[in-house]
């Protein structure tokens, strides 16, 4: 009787901590995954389209990885029905994809293409009908290689032309689409796109990048106005940044301390501060060369919400740093991963910049897969990964900051820039010879997650 007591005991105290260690995400949390126009569509020519700076990068020889293009990459232009019943059998209840700027407007100003612009209905209706909420990003790097022709993000006018093309959009989708982000990852344009060439345009030129980074926040500022302008209904205007906590490698360390601390306001302050705060950090606007006196003005527009795109942290110390570290992994892109760096990224933003409203737009890992004899892929790496993110943003939570929504990068394989095919971020396999999809172990348990709408912390 007393051993039969005994165990009895044991199951509700096991009970009660696995219900301890169980987080429940509010109910209204947003449980997606994302693509881009140019990394997915194919289509490159077709139905009135125009050449995009990736267009011309991809087809130069040596600028991506094995010769590869987005010419074709995953054929979503004709595919996309399938692929958002998939999201749909995923569980998913948002899906964040960007609109191919010249496929609606092929030289960036003047003439709209209806093809395009009717493309862009369907995707959105096919949304709706699946129950996925869409979140629409504007502008995913495929810039018009017209304007880059006159000079690209480097010409202030270009600003002014992606404000008439966001009012475009919002005029035409903003009855079905609430969430609209101007730009992701405008460091990725600035950094790889006109300094170390390694994306497109492929400039390498270190002034031209603080120009064009300013100009990016310009336009994400003109195009709010113009968005909420043109808006019939209420809309919510975001912008996605690319943003890492860097951490001393040595905490005890005061200069290290020191170089990290240096290194946040450099890197995050210098598009944190203008969006929230309408100032650069100290001696930032020196190097932008052509800072107008209501730039920031117009940068520092309200913001509904602010994306978190987070892959690893970055480490500083005085002394020499040997990757890669003991005791740590990394993933096929070479980066570090450490989930706990997320949490202390989202809170300290949350903290310093007046309790935006935050989502993790992206956030994934790149490791090879293979296909079991029975059609399985076990990606066991890529679903710790994500396992490991998803319970730090609910720590997050816990802890009184509030995350809305997390975006899985990405829905499936894809044309990853630069490194072409070689590399894959999808839960969802793409055998690119045939464009069969194959739902990786990552997805199953992220479909799970999802429509548990639960994470277990321990």
């Given at each position: 009787?007393?051993?039969?007591?005994?165990?009895?005991?044991?199951?509700?105290?096991?009970?009660?901590?696995?219900?301890?260690?169980?987080?429940?995400?509010?109910?209204?949390?947003?449980?997606?995954?994302g693509?881009?126009?140019?990394?997915?569509?194919?289509?490159?020519?077709?139905?009135?389209?125009?050449?995009?700076?990736?267009?011309?990068?991809?087809?130069?020889?040596?600028?991506?990885?094995?010769?590869?293009t987005?010419?074709?990459?995953?054929?979503?232009?004709?595919?996309?029905?399938?692929?958002?019943?998939?999201?749909?059998?995923?569980?998913l209840?948002?899906?964040?994809?960007?609109i191919?700027?010249?496929?609606?407007?092929?030289?960036?100003?003047?003439?709209?293409?209806?093809?395009?612009?009717?493309?862009?209905?369907?995707?959105?209706?096919?949304?709706?009908?699946?129950?996925?909420?869409p979140?629409?990003?504007l502008?995913?790097?495929?810039?018009?290689?017209?304007?880059?022709?006159?000079?690209?993000?480097?010409?202030?006018?270009?600003?002014?032309?992606?404000?008439?093309?966001?009012?475009?959009?919002?005029?035409?989708?903003?009855?079905?689409?609430?969430?609209?982000t101007?730009?992701?990852?405008?460091?990725?344009?600035?950094?790889?796109?006109?300094?170390?060439?390694?994306?497109?345009?492929?400039?390498?030129?270190?002034?031209?990048?603080?120009?064009?980074?300013?100009?990016?926040?310009?336009?994400?500022?003109m195009?709010?106005?113009?968005?909420?302008?043109?808006?019939?209904?209420?809309?919510?205007?975001?912008?996605?940044?690319?943003?890492?906590?860097?951490?001393?490698?040595?905490?005890?360390?005061?200069?290290?301390?020191?170089?990290a601390?240096?290194?946040?306001?450099?890197?995050?302050?210098?598009?944190?501060?203008?969006?929230?705060?309408?100032?650069?950090?100290?001696?930032?606007?020196?190097?932008?060369?052509?800072?107008?006196?209501?730039?920031?003005?117009?940068i520092?527009?309200?913001?509904?919400?602010?994306?978190?795109?987070?892959?690893?942290?970055?480490?500083?110390?005085?002394?020499?740093?040997?990757?890669?570290?003991?005791?740590s992994?990394?993933?096929?892109?070479?980066?570090?991963?450490?989930?706990?760096?997320?949490?202390t990224?989202?809170?300290r933003?949350?903290?310093?910049?007046?309790?935006?409203?935050?989502?993790?737009?992206?956030?994934?890992?790149?490791?090879?897969?293979?296909?079991?004899?029975?059609?399985?892929?076990?990606d066991t790496?890529?679903?710790?990964?994500?396992?490991?993110?998803?319970?730090?943003?609910?720590?997050?939570?816990?802890?009184?900051?509030?995350?809305h929504?997390?975006?899985?990068?990405?829905?499936?394989?894809?044309?990853?820039?630069?490194?072409?095919?070689?590399?894959?971020?999808?839960?969802?396999?793409?055998?690119f010879?045939?464009?069969?999809?194959?739902?990786?172990?990552?997805?199953?348990?992220?479909?799970?997650?999802?429509n548990?709408?639960?994470?277990?912390?321990?």
């Amino acid at each position: 009787m007393f051993h039969r007591f005994m165990s009895y005991l044991q199951e509700i105290v096991i009970r009660a901590m696995r219900h301890y260690n169980r987080f429940d995400f509010p109910s209204d949390f947003a449980w997606g995954t994302g693509t881009s126009a140019y990394q997915v569509e194919g289509a490159w020519d077709k139905d009135g389209k125009g050449e995009s700076i990736w267009d011309r990068f991809s087809h130069t020889p040596g600028k991506v990885k094995d010769g590869d293009t987005g010419d074709f990459a995953c054929d979503h232009y004709y595919r996309y029905p399938d692929d958002l019943l998939l999201a749909k059998k995923l569980n998913l209840n948002s899906y964040r994809f960007s609109i191919s700027w010249p496929r609606v407007q092929p030289d960036g100003r003047g003439e709209f293409n209806p093809k395009g612009l009717d493309f862009y209905d369907r995707v959105i209706d096919e949304c709706l009908k699946n129950g996925i909420t869409p979140f629409v990003t504007l502008y995913h790097w495929d810039l018009p290689q017209a304007l880059e022709d006159i000079g690209g993000w480097g010409n202030r006018d270009v600003c002014k032309y992606f404000a008439v093309y966001a009012a475009k959009c919002v005029e035409r989708y903003g009855d079905r689409v609430k969430f609209w982000t101007t730009f992701n990852e405008p460091w990725c344009t600035s950094f790889l796109g006109y300094e170390n060439g390694y994306h497109a345009p492929g400039k390498k030129d270190v002034q031209l990048a603080a120009r064009v980074a300013h100009n990016l926040l310009l336009a994400h500022g003109m195009a709010a106005i113009a968005m909420r302008t043109a808006a019939a209904k209420p809309i919510d205007v975001g912008i996605v940044l690319n943003l890492s906590i860097t951490e001393p490698m040595n905490a005890g360390d005061a200069n290290d301390c020191n170089l990290a601390e240096t290194a946040w306001r450099r890197e995050c302050g210098a598009y944190l501060d203008p969006l929230f705060r309408g100032t650069y950090p100290a001696d930032h606007a020196a190097k932008i060369g052509d800072l107008h006196d209501d730039d920031l003005k117009v940068i520092n527009q309200k913001l509904d919400f602010l994306g978190i795109n987070f892959y690893s942290r970055n480490l500083v110390s005085k002394s020499e740093i040997k990757h890669p570290l003991p005791n740590s992994s990394y993933t096929d892109m070479g980066w570090e991963v450490t989930p706990w760096s997320l949490r202390t990224l989202l809170t300290r933003i949350y903290n310093e910049y007046d309790k935006p409203k935050l989502y993790v737009t992206e956030n994934g890992a790149s490791y090879d897969d293979t296909v079991d004899a029975d059609g399985r892929i076990v990606d066991t790496k890529r679903l710790d990964y994500i396992r490991a993110h998803v319970k730090e943003v609910a720590l997050t939570i816990k802890s009184g900051v509030p995350i809305h929504g997390y975006f899985a990068w990405s829905l499936m394989d894809n044309f990853e820039w630069a490194e072409g095919y070689s590399r894959r971020f999808g839960i969802v396999h793409v055998d690119f010879a045939t464009q069969k999809r194959t739902v990786k172990d990552s997805g199953r348990w992220f479909a799970e997650t999802a429509n548990r709408n639960r994470v277990c912390l321990n």
